[in-house]
């Protein structure tokens, strides 16, 4: 019987310090849902000390998600609660804050890390290598008094002294450390080197029997999944990964590239993993929508021409047989070839058991999550002569699911109270009666009421938009010109009704299928517009001094759907501004 592989997700931290990702705490809560189900052992959930909104994110995921056991009970499932975990500095407001925050689940971590490498210790904490040791013992100890499960991490292990950095890491074991985790914080190790280093620290290190060890492979050289594959063929145990590889920089490892790789070759490597491989591809969806950072099409195992094949010779080998140039199945990791197709005479049940298909099922989206899609799929349905595609389903999820976690500082009730009136009654079968009743969203605080746009070759586009205040409970009409499109005048006339000045980062739209009749999606990315400051002399300026917020809408009309999107991301802003006391992305930033 092999080891079980640990697979340790920090999509929720390392991942969240991808440049421009803000996410507020319900999205946060619902990946971390889906990363349950997706059979994960640790989720660490943030750095509860950051601000009091950190601290409630990690609290909500040790408490509503902690106790969970969706998804995680049968034959290869993990069949236990998922680990809880929250992150540290060696100091002991940190610690002691970390504990709190992470408590209340039944499994829980804390993850405690200090700096090993001499530049570290000369220029950043400006101790020596006795201190340094010193700390260890007493931060590991003190985490150690709190909880049974701690992680250490030597920042920068990979440039640390060798010698010194078994020295720490025994410390760190006598203290109290039931895993010890050896990050490549620069991505500087190749995977020669960074197995040969996990091998040295296991054979050096007093008390190495008696741990896990674990692996934090950043991805500058492009070989963070490499180097983590070669720690575990030298005794890693555990793997620290985020979803896409986001994070830091140029990203962290991979979740889907380890699983599949550990996947596919069984033989290769002496241990074994608990993911449901047949949610990869939705969780990776959801972490694409709701971050903001796209997917690059070749991206190995969920990028969208991972299963394609253009070449004549591929495709005639294909069709043959699809081992010959496919050594992944598409359904192993959730990419349906099943041929139920959708249409505007599909019932619930139909549309219930495309999502199941899709990685959408249980409790993967709520009743009101599931309702609203299903108007938004009939309504499509009824517009589509084609039908409706697998692209199209997975962008209807992700458009319901940027709506209803938007965030606002809108009381509910006067939310409620102000919800828009409901369209007209469908007369689609299986729809009932009061469907399309459902109010928008009580998070949202603007909604678009009606919308009329004004443009043409040799003609200034113009605007004209009723936005729906649900604070003021009351409807703002507006209009614009603009010199660059219906576009420019749609969002001009926007923050003229919010009186928001915002920034327009990123403007994406795609199409879901093919033929005239596709479904739009839009993606956009914004920020409050600040005035450039002045850097202090040496200081580096940083991505993150502003927080971005992401929104994305889908529709058969790609101008509806823009302008859904941007509101989606301004719901989102002014949420933040409001009522969400986290960090900003430079107080979250920690390297490790």
């Known amino acids: 019987m092999t080891d079980k592989l640990i697979i340790f997700d920090t999509t929720l931290r390392d991942g969240e310090q991808s440049p421009g ?57 993990v069949n236990e609660p998922v680990v809880i975990c929250g992150l540290a500095r060696s100091v002991e ?50 985490a150690k008094s709190l909880c049974a499960d701690i992680e250490f991490s030597p920042e920068d292990a990979g440039r640390s002294d060798h010698a010194f950095l078994a020295e720490a890491l025994a410390v760190a074991i006598e203290a109290g450390a039931t895993t010890l985790n050896i990050p490549d914080t620069v991505g500087y190790n190749s995977p020669k080197q960074y197995g040969e280093l996990i091998a040295y620290l296991r054979a050096h290190t007093q008390g190495a029997e008696s741990v896990v060890w674990s692996t934090h492979c950043h991805n500058d050289l492009g070989l963070a999944t490499a180097n983590s594959l070669a720690g575990v063929s030298n005794g890693a145990r555990q793997v620290e990964v985020a979803v896409n590889g986001i994070g830091e920089r140029a990203g962290n490892t991979a979740l889907e590239e380890v699983v599949m790789n550990v996947h596919t070759h069984p033989d290769a490597y002496p241990v074994h993993h608990t993911i ?35 070449s004549g ?30 249409g505007k ?59 209803t976690l938007a965030g606002s500082s809108a009381t509910p009730d006067a939310a409620s109270a102000a919800a828009p009136a409901p369209a007209p009654a469908s007369t689609s079968t299986d729809l009932p009666e009061d469907a399309h009743e459902l109010p928008e969203p009580a998070a949202q605080r603007y909604t678009l009421r009606h919308m009329q746009v004004f443009t043409g070759v040799g003609i200034t586009p113009t605007a004209t938009v009723t936005l729906h205040d649900a604070q003021l ?27 928001l000045d915002i920034e327009l980062l990123n403007f994406n739209v795609s199409a879901t299928s093919e033929g ?34 992401t929104g994305l809408s889908t529709n058969v009309d790609i101008i509806t759907a823009s302008a859904n999107a941007y509101l989606a991301a301004l719901n989102r802003l002014v949420s933040h501004d409001a009522a969400d006391t986290r960090a900003s992305h430079k107080d979250r930033n920690v390297n490790i």
């Open 313 to 342: 010779i591929h495709q005639d080998g294909v069709l043959k047989n699809k081992q010959t140039y496919e050594i992944i199945r598409p359904e192993d990791v959730g990419v349906t070839t099943g041929n139920l197709a959708l």
């Open 473 to 499: 409970a009351q409807d703002l009409t507006d209009a614009a010109l603009a010199q660059n499109g219906p576009i420019e005048a749609i969002y001009s006339v926007i923050q003229r009704i919010t009186k």
């Open 21 to 77: 990702v803000t996410l507020n705490t319900d999205e946060k809560v619902e990946i971390a849902r889906q990363l349950a189900r997706l059979g994960v052992d640790v989720i660490e959930a943030g750095f509860p000390v950051a601000s009091p909104g950190d601290f409630n994110a990690v609290q909500r995921i040790a408490r509503e998600v902690g106790p969970s056991m969706e998804g995680r009970t049968g034959d290869g499932r």
């Open 516 to 549: 005239q009749d596709t479904l739009g999606k839009v993606a956009v990315r914004i920020a409050r517009k600040s005035e450039p400051a002045e850097p202090a002399e040496g200081a580096l300026t940083a991505y993150g001094a502003e927080p971005k917020f």
């Open 93 to 142: 407001n940190d610690i002691r804050t970390a504990f709190d925050a992470i408590k209340d689940a039944p499994r829980h971590r804390i993850h405690v890390f200090l700096a090993t490498s001499d530049i570290h210790l000369e220029f950043k904490l400006k101790i020596s290598r006795e201190q340094c040791k010193q700390r260890i013992r007493e931060m590991v100890g003190l």
């Open 276 to 310: 449901n491989t047949r949610l990869l591809f939705s969780t990776s969806r959801m972490v694409e929508d709701l971050s903001g950072m796209a997917v690059q099409a070749n991206k190995a195992i969920v990028g969208r021409n991972a299963f394609l094949h253009e």
């Open 345 to 403: 005479h599909s019932g619930r049940h139909a549309f219930k058991t495309k999502l199941e298909q899709l990685g959408y099922g249980g409790a993967a989206l709520s009743d009101a999550q599931f309702q609203h899609a299903f108007v938004k799929f009939k309504d499509l349905a009824d517009s589509k002569k084609a039908g409706v595609t697998d692209g199209d389903m997975h962008a209807l999820v992700a458009d319901v699911r940027s709506s």
